[in-house]
């Protein structure tokens, strides 16, 4: 089982940036896609942004122009820059990684989560 860690949250001011880092336990070489998602106190988790194994990205409308996320193909850890931080943006931030291994087992590893708040 890949262990997923976390790390690069904390508190900012709206406006303020911030970088997560997602390093897992050992390469992912057969995931589908790797991603971040987001929950806030009271609400479901949400899908942040996504990285495909060919490096298409996707991301949440209420992100767009503000996050990236990226994948460093040597040891496979997985980012999301952060810029132009909101309130609405406080959350704990989980790292995601799914697809099927070479022997055909499917797998979806998480991290442990990573607070994020923005104050106003």
């Known amino acids: 089982q890949v262990q997923l860690s976390e790390s690069g949250g904390g508190s900012v001011q709206a406006g303020g940036s911030l970088r997560l880092s997602c390093t897992p336990s050992?390469?992912?070489?057969?995931?589908?896609?790797m991603a971040w998602h987001r929950q806030a106190p009271g609400k479901e988790r949400d899908l942040v942004a996504s990285?495909?194994?060919?490096?298409?990205?996707s991301y949440a409308d209420s992100v767009k122009g503000r996050f990236t996320i990226s994948r460093n193909n040597a040891d496979h850890t997985l980012y999301l820059q952060m810029n132009r931080l909101e309130p609405e943006d406080t959350a704990v931030y989980y790292c995601?990684?799914?697809?099927?291994?070479?022997?055909?087992?499917?797998?979806?590893?998480w991290g442990q989560g990573t607070q994020v708040t923005v104050g106003s």
């Open positions: 990285i495909n194994s060919g490096g298409g990205t």
């Open positions: 050992e390469k992912i070489f057969s995931f589908k896609a």
């Open positions: 995601n990684a799914y697809g099927t291994t070479v022997t055909g087992t499917p797998f979806n590893y």
